[in-house]
């Protein structure tokens, strides 16, 4: 069920620069430092901004819709530039619904507008995020992104709760 938090707006401005800001606190540096270093390529800068995009994106996601039991970032050890692959987050709800799937939606194309307006290393990307939702049944039978949980090899990163 969607909660009464929906009616909000979907800031993507608001998420970006809270994944800029814990890009910079991690590596002390400001907001525009860190911004400038990710539009430099930085792998660092970049690795931080994509965990904490992922992570804000979980969290406006699973107070919005209380299926949501958690979100975890997949892959990223396979990231091998700033630009080739977005970033991929894994929810994990206790039911897919379509109103689920159509908010993911909008939240991705919030969190890649705003990107592409205030990062010029984005400018040309078509989509920065990937949102993948599984529900237990998919854990259970290991299909798509759902088969990261419990892996040895690729183990996701939880990001939130």
């Given at each position: 069920m969607i909660s009464p938090k929906c009616h909000e707006v979907l800031d993507g401005v608001r998420l970006v620069h809270a994944a800029l800001d814990h890009a910079a606190a991690k590596l002390n540096l400001s907001r525009a430092q860190a911004s400038a270093r990710i539009n430099q390529k930085d792998v660092e800068a970049s690795l931080y901004f994509r965990y904490a995009l992922a992570k804000e994106c979980a969290l406006l996601l699973g107070h919005m819709d209380h299926n949501v039991k958690g979100g975890f970032l997949a892959l990223e050890n396979r990231w091998d530039g700033l630009t080739s692959e977005p970033v991929?987050?894994?929810?994990?709800?206790?039911?897919?619904?379509?109103?689920?799937?159509?908010?993911?939606?909008?939240?991705?194309?919030?969190?890649?507008?705003?990107?592409?307006?205030?990062?010029?290393?984005?400018?040309?990307?078509?989509?920065?995020?990937?949102?993948?939702?599984?529900?237990?049944?998919?854990?259970?039978?290991?299909?798509?992104?759902?088969?990261?949980?419990?892996?040895?090899?690729?183990?996701?990163?939880?990001?939130?709760?």
């Open positions: 991929c987050l894994g929810l994990v709800v206790t039911r897919k619904t379509a109103a689920l799937s159509a908010l993911a939606d909008s939240v991705t194309d919030a969190a890649t507008s705003a990107i592409q307006q205030l990062l010029p290393a984005y400018s040309q990307v078509k989509s920065v995020l990937h949102i993948e939702i599984v529900d237990d049944q998919d854990v259970s039978k290991k299909a798509g992104l759902a088969a990261l949980i419990g892996s040895l090899h690729e183990p996701p990163l939880w990001v939130w709760p």
